[in-house]
Antibody, heavy 116, light 109 residues
Framework: QVQLQESGPGLVKPSESLSLTCTVS????????WSWIRQAPGKGLEWLGY???????SSNPSLRSRVSMSIDTSKNQVSLNLNSVTAADTAVYYC??????????WGQGTLVTVSS | EVVLTQSPGTLSLSPGERATLSCRAS???????FDWYQQRPGQPPRLLIY???TRAAGIPDRFSGSGSGTDFTLTINRLEPEDFAVYYC??????????FGQGTKVEMK
C-alpha cells in the first residue's frame, strides 16, 4: 500500500523559504493528485494546495503567491515550497493523496518551526 | 469560503456510550463533497467517512455519517477506547479553499 514520508528542515528563519519533500513508496506517483495540509500547534487543519503529475496545481487563496508545489516522478517525490514565512507558518505539515477531499493515506507529518 | 462549525467542542463520554458530533456549514454543501476524519494524539488524520455517508476502507461499522445541506452528523455507536480522539469534518464543494471544521474532541469521562 502507498506510504508517504515528509522530510525537510525543522527550523526556518522568518522571511526565508520553507521547502519540504514528500516521498511516496509502495505505488506510483503518476496520474494522482497529491495535497499538502498543515496543522498549527494545538489547532485545526488547513488545506494548502494540490498538485498533479500533469502539472495541474491549485492553492489556498490565503497563501496568495507564496506557495508552490511540484512533482518529481523520477524520485517519486512531491515538493512544497512556501516563501516569506512568518511565525504563523509554524505547523506540522502533512502530505496526503487526493486533491480536494477523501484524503487517504497521510504521511506522519513533519514539524516546521519558524524562528530566528 | 465555506465555514464549518463543529459542536460540541468537547464531548465527555464513557466507553460503550454513543457519540453524536455535529458539523454545520455556512452554506449548503453537496453531500458527495463532505468527509469526516479522526485524529488520535500524535497521529495524522485518518479518513473515516467520505461523501457524507460512506465508510472508508477498514472503518468499523459503529461509525456512521448522515446529513445534508448545511447540517451533517457523525455518530459513533458503542465507543471503544481507541475512538477517543479529535474528529474533523471537511467540505470540498465549489471553489477553494477546501475547509475543515475546528474539530470535536471526544474524551473519556
Amino acid at each position: 500500500q502507498v506510504q508517504l514520508q515528509e522530510s525537510g528542515p525543522g527550523l526556518v528563519k522568518p522571511s526565508e523559504s520553507l521547502s519540504l519533500t514528500c516521498t511516496v513508496s509502495g505505488g506510483s506517483i503518476n496520474d494522482i493528485y497529491w495535497s499538502w495540509i498543515r496543522q498549527a500547534p494545538g489547532k485545526g487543519l488547513e488545506w494548502l494546495g494540490y498538485v498533479h503529475s500533469n502539472g495541474e496545481f491549485s492553492s489556498n487563496p490565503s497563501l496568495r503567491s507564496r506557495v508552490s508545489m511540484s512533482i518529481d516522478t523520477s524520485k517519486n517525490q512531491v515538493s512544497l515550497n512556501l516563501n516569506s514565512v512568518t511565525a504563523a507558518d509554524t505547523a506540522v505539515y502533512y502530505c496526503t493523496k487526493g486533491s480536494t477531499g477523501q484524503y487517504d493515506p497521510w504521511g506522519q507529518g513533519t514539524l516546521v518551526t519558524v524562528s530566528s | 469560503e465555506v465555514v464549518l462549525t463543529q459542536s460540541p467542542g468537547t464531548l465527555s463520554l464513557s466507553p460503550g456510550e454513543r457519540a453524536t458530533l455535529s458539523c454545520r456549514a455556512s452554506r449548503s454543501v453537496r453531500s458527495r463533497f463532505f468527509d469526516w476524519y479522526q485524529q488520535r494524539p500524535g497521529q495524522p488524520p485518518r479518513l473515516l467517512i467520505y461523501s457524507a455517508f460512506t465508510r472508508a476502507a477498514g472503518i468499523p461499522d459503529r461509525f456512521s455519517g448522515s446529513g445534508s445541506g448545511t447540517d451533517f452528523t457523525l455518530t459513533i455507536n458503542r465507543l471503544e477506547p481507541e475512538d477517543f480522539a479529535v474528529y474533523y469534518c471537511q467540505q470540498y464543494d465549489s471553489q477553494p479553499p477546501y475547509t475543515f471544521g475546528q474539530g470535536t474532541k471526544v474524551e473519556m469521562k
